[in-house]
């Protein structure tokens, strides 16, 4: 019988979510944990702008998702696993995820899907087990990691559904080190690639067929906290992160842009901390009230969510807003 930890190292298997943790080491942390119950969850929140492939894996590949995560549990010792479902998802997959539920039912398995209102910060590991629980939807203190206190205040394993998937096809001997990416924007044909690890965005557009015949830019990593990026930078830089590439015109305003950023992470925010609340707030209403873009001040603030924030959600603006000053308006941020 296959030794699965060896099995997930073997095949340098990493989370999908966007930290890209090794799996194995995660699982491992789990089974030395001290208390039981144990808990499996699979993270299937999937609230940032231009991301939707873990909707792809569950509608097309739900078996591989539910056996990824029976292997966990019999590796743990777990009773209950547990789905972080995005509502909108459950409306659409109800069928077919009820149908698993009973089949691994009767095989001793207990799931349960908990249907989170769609939401941005509902992904953040803490901040999801706080809705399971039945509490605002907000991050907790760390540490302790859901690891060692988690759902219930038990030893929790929480992976994304793309790192479930990839798990079955591991043990099914079937891995080829490909992930799952996002394809959206101003493109030929938008949709879910399967594409190799490791592919640069410039060959990832070529071999879906997606290289525009305009000028444009890409964001990389997800369309509100991703990375932004010049056509001449797509060859020397690769899919990552939660797997998305988004394309833009090149004429695009960057008011217009920022108004998007923006209105998603201040809607967004859960309010627990002042920096990530009133940053938010301010970068919108700051943007929207003037026609020209007040970088100094957009940047000062920015900055100051990057230092203060309290969880990841208010930490990453930084990223998009600053690749896109230096890499496509070649503006200095100092």
């Not at 699982?27 to 492939?53: D, Q, T």
């Not at 209950?80 to 459950?90: S, T």
């Not at 691994?104 to 803490?126: A, D, L, W």
């Not at 920096?275 to 026609?291: I, M, N, Q, S, W």
Request: positive net charge; proline residues 5%.
């Amino acid at each position: 019988m296959k030794n699965i930890i060896e099995e997930l190292k073997k095949a340098n298997l990493v989370g999908r979510g966007g930290a890209e943790y090794p799996t194995a080491v995660k699982w491992e942390s789990v089974k030395r944990a001290k208390g039981k119950p144990k808990y499996v969850v699979c993270n299937a929140s999937e609230g940032e702008l231009g991301i939707f492939k873990d909707f792809f894996i569950l509608d097309q590949f739900p078996g591989h998702v539910f056996e990824g995560m029976r292997l966990a549990m019999d590796y743990l010792g777990a009773k209950e696993a547990w789905f972080n479902l995005n509502a909108n998802y459950y409306k659409k997959l109800k069928v077919k995820l009820d149908a698993l539920v009973k089949k691994y039912g009767k095989k001793g398995y207990r799931f349960r899907i908990y249907k989170e209102h769609p939401s941005y910060i509902g992904g953040e590991e803490t901040a999801l087990l706080e809705g399971m629980e039945g509490h605002a939807v907000k991050p907790r203190l760390k540490p302790p990691y859901p690891g060692e206190k988690g759902l219930f205040g038990q030893p929790t394993l929480i992976n994304n559904v793309e790192t479930f998937y990839d798990v079955a096809e591991v043990m099914a001997g079937n891995y080829a080190k490909k992930r799952f990416y996002s394809f959206s924007g101003h493109i030929k044909h938008a949709g879910v690639f399967h594409l190799p690890i490791g592919i640069s965005l410039h060959e990832a557009l070529r071999q879906t067929d997606n290289l525009p015949d305009f000028d444009f830019f890409v964001q990389a990593g997800g369309s509100a906290s991703g990375i932004v990026f010049r056509k001449d930078q797509l060859k020397t830089n690769k899919m990552a992160g939660a797997g998305s590439i988004e394309i833009y015109p090149a004429a695009l305003k960057p008011r217009d842009l920022l108004l998007k950023w923006f209105k998603f992470y201040a809607n967004e925010s859960c309010g627990k901390c002042t920096p990530c609340r009133e940053g938010t707030f301010h970068l919108y209403e700051l943007v929207k009230a003037h026609d020209r873009v007040p970088w100094g001040q957009i940047l000062e603030i920015v900055e100051t969510m990057e230092k203060t924030s309290f969880c990841g959600l208010g930490r990453s603006i930084g990223l998009p807003v600053k690749s896109y000053m230096q890499n496509i308006l070649k503006l200095n941020l100092r």
